[in-house]
């Protein structure tokens, strides 16, 4: 019994965050930002839409502007992931990120089913009355 404990444990310890499990949304968006916080921004950029790879075109022009336009999204201290709503063929995931600071930063993912699953198709900052949501 002990050992079935034990195991049961060990699994749910390595399968990581819940919501980022459960949902291929989050897991998308989370697989990103560990991407990011590996430096990895080849693999980074493979969660990002074609329009998307299309606009910026390599992996390292992609790299520069989330650590110049989103630190917290390149570097963030915490994660959560709030309401996702469906509009036409989007599906919109609301983000709350902490920074390394302490600070509270909303954004919105715009995702998009693609062939090779879900893309991320842009992020955009919310408004700070978002940030209690």
């Known amino acids: 019994m002990l050992r079935f ?10 399968a990581g965050p819940p919501a980022a499990q459960e949902d291929p949304v989050t897991g998308v968006i989370a697989a990103q930002i560990e991407a990011f916080r590996q430096d990895d921004f080849a693999a980074a950029f493979g969660f990002a839409s074609p329009m998307i790879r299309g606009l910026f075109g390599t992996p390292e022009r992609f790299g520069a502007m989330v650590r110049r336009g989103y630190p917290m999204v390149w570097r963030p201290a915490e ?3 709030l309401d996702q709503r469906i509009e036409g063929p989007f599906t919109y995931q609301k983000v709350r990120i902490r920074d390394g600071a302490g600070t509270y930063h909303m954004l919105e993912y715009q995702m998009l089913p693609t062939p090779d699953g879900w893309r991320i198709n842009g992020v955009w900052f919310l ?7």
């Open 5 to 14: 404990v034990f195991a049961t444990l060990l699994a749910l310890s390595l």
């Open 127 to 133: 408004d700070a009355a978002d940030l209690a949501a």
């Open 79 to 81: 994660v959560q992931y």
